[in-house]
């Protein structure tokens, strides 16, 4: 792992490097706030979407100005053009889909680098994305689910609900097949993505899910969600909150928010691909991470 340029932002220090595994190099950026070193204990990794980036990503999401009001590091992989034209993560390839292998293999990498660097608590490392980095944040919490406490996904896809590209577009259109999340997580889907289906949002989750996107109690019963909280972002969006309390296994989160389109909850539109009118999805995920520690 190399590290270049740093720059200061926000209060904060920002680190420019690159990981390399195999043949696979992508450059990163870390965010390590000015905080006292020894309470940054937790490390957030961040995947940005297609034709987006990691600093359109960084912006949007307000990332960083949370990470300095509560002292963790956030670390944002960047995908290389020369491995997808418009910047996508490779999510839908089998061979990014494994432990050990390219794209994850990467991410993996330099997330233990940074972890071990920083003294990073082991049972409070993260992974969330926004579309194709949300689908591939799910690929990372199946391959890697003792390296991720929890994950985040935001418009995204489920684990291996493509293997080529037709069922990738297959898959963004009308949802797919998938193996479903290994980790504690939270999902949010506007249910106007006309980019990734919401129908996504109900298929991420099916290995903790029944049939009826409920979790799976004892022996294969679906109780259905915990609890169904409807609310409304001031002046901005309404949305459903399902709470899974998954008895035996992850809790997991899914937010609906309606009239939504393809775009980062409550964001901030100095980003891409963002919705100010949404619940602030930035900070709901920060709050799961820091309730499933382990």
């Not at 889909?97 to 940074?114: D, F, L, R, S």
Request: include cysteine.
């Amino acid at each position: 792992m190399s590290v270049g340029e740093s720059t200061k932002v926000a209060g904060g220090l920002t680190l420019v490097g690159s990981y390399v595994y195999g043949s696979e190099k992508r450059s990163y950026k870390l965010y390590v706030p000015q905080g006292d070193r020894e309470g940054r204990t937790a490390l957030v990794v961040m995947l940005h979407g297609c034709m987006q980036g990691r600093d359109a990503f960084a912006a949007g999401t307000r990332m960083n100005e949370i990470a300095e009001r509560d002292n963790f590091l956030v670390l944002y992989p960047a995908q290389s053009v020369y491995a997808h034209r418009f910047g996508c993560w490779n999510w839908q390839d089998p061979d990014h889909q494994e432990n050990g292998k390219g794209e994850p293999a990467v991410i993996a990498g330099m997330t233990q680098a940074v972890a071990e660097d920083y003294e990073i608590d082991p049972g409070r490392v993260y992974i969330a994305g926004m579309s194709a980095g949300g689908a591939m944040a799910g690929v990372m919490g199946e391959a890697y689910p003792d390296l991720y406490a929890a994950v985040g996904v935001h418009s995204g896809l489920g684990y291996k609900a493509a293997h080529d590209l037709y069922s990738s577009v297959a898959a963004m259109r009308s949802g797919g097949t998938v193996a479903g999340a290994a980790v504690p997580t939270i999902v949010f889907h506007g249910d106007e993505d006309a980019t990734v289906n919401v129908s996504n949002s109900d298929r991420l989750l099916e290995r903790l899910d029944g049939a009826d996107g409920s979790v799976e109690g004892p022996e294969g019963a679906s109780p259905g969600p915990t609890e169904i909280i409807e609310g409304r972002a001031p002046g901005g969006h309404r949305y459903t909150r399902y709470v899974y309390a998954g008895e035996g296994g992850p809790s997991v989160e899914r937010w609906i928010v309606h009239r939504m389109g393809h775009a980062w909850s409550g964001g901030s539109a100095m980003g891409t691909y963002t919705d100010a009118r949404g619940p602030d999805a930035s900070e709901e995920m920060i709050r799961f991470f820091r309730e499933n520690s382990r």
